[in-house]
Antibody, heavy 121, light 110 residues
Framework: QVQLMESGGGVVQPGRSLRLSCAAPGFNNYALHWVRQAPGKGLEWVALISHDGVNKFYGDSVRGRFTISRDNSRHTLYLQMTSLRAEDTALYYC????????????????WGQGTLVTVSS | EIVLTQSPGTLSLSPGNTATLTCRASQSDYSSSLAWYQQKPGQAPRLLIYGASSRATGIPDRFSGSGSGTDFTLTISRLEPEDFAVYYCQQYDSSPPRYTFGQGTKLEIK
């Protein structure tokens, strides 16, 4: 099965920036998402990018601070996170819907294993 | 903004029993998008049900979804030890695209 693999997590101070990556071979023609999960908490959708990188949408808690992008020549999804806060501490998953082609999809049937971001001084 | 409320928060059952988990939406699911996920400790979520009642690839028929509008149910029949996990519902809203999860139901062994 085609895999999604996140990287780039780590410990970062409040107010600083961090960029996450997700290797997504085989998903150039699919919309891609970031979903996060704070320790011991539930799931929160973060951002969506269309298959061609033109359309981008964000959750309310990250809009204006996070930027989603992709490089289809490298089969890679990115999440640039700025002005990080303690409440951004979470496991960040990349995810997609493999059934709906290039459309955004209504759910997520492929997930990576996540990369942990800890915002702490 | 859609709010999904799952109940109960925790469900304690024995293997072989039937589990009934509910998800109530604050707005009607006009796009028939309601999905259910299973998550085990240390693992990514796994899609179980999409479109309220369609089983995802490889999901056993012990798992079934039902409901429409604002009230949805995930039923797990003949509980197996590997079914004890946390379950989330999720709904899609199209204008603009956004995805909302419920807070989760923990299914634990009694």
């Amino acid at each position: 099965q085609v895999q999604l693999m996140e990287s780039g997590g780590g410990v970062v101070q409040p107010g600083r920036s961090l960029r996450l990556s997700c290797a997504a071979p085989g998903f150039n023609n699919y919309a891609l998402h970031w979903v996060r999960q704070a320790p011991g908490k539930g799931l929160e959708w973060v951002a969506l990018i269309s298959h061609d990188g033109v359309n981008k949408f964000y959750g309310d808690s990250v809009r204006g601070r996070f930027t989603i992008s992709r490089d289809n020549s490298r089969h890679t999804l990115y999440l640039q996170m700025t002005s990080l806060r303690a409440e951004d501490t979470a496991l960040y998953y990349c995810a997609t819907n493999g059934r709906e082609g290039s459309w955004y999809g209504k759910d997520f049937d492929h997930w990576g294993q996540g990369t942990l971001v800890t915002v702490s001084s | 903004e859609i709010v999904l409320t799952q109940s109960p928060g925790t469900l304690s059952l024995s293997p072989g029993n039937t589990a009934t988990l509910t998800c109530r939406a604050s707005q009607s699911d006009y796009s028939s998008s309601l999905a259910w996920y299973q998550q085990k400790p240390g693992q990514a979520p796994r899609l179980l049900i999409y479109g309220a009642s369609s089983r995802a690839t490889g999901i056993p028929d012990r798992f079934s979804g039902s409901g429409s509008g604002t009230d949805f149910t995930l039923t797990i029949s003949r509980l197996e030890p590997e079914d004890f996990a946390v379950y989330y519902c999720q709904q899609y809203d199209s204008s603009p695209p956004r995805y909302t999860f419920g807070q989760g139901t923990k299914l634990e062994i009694k």
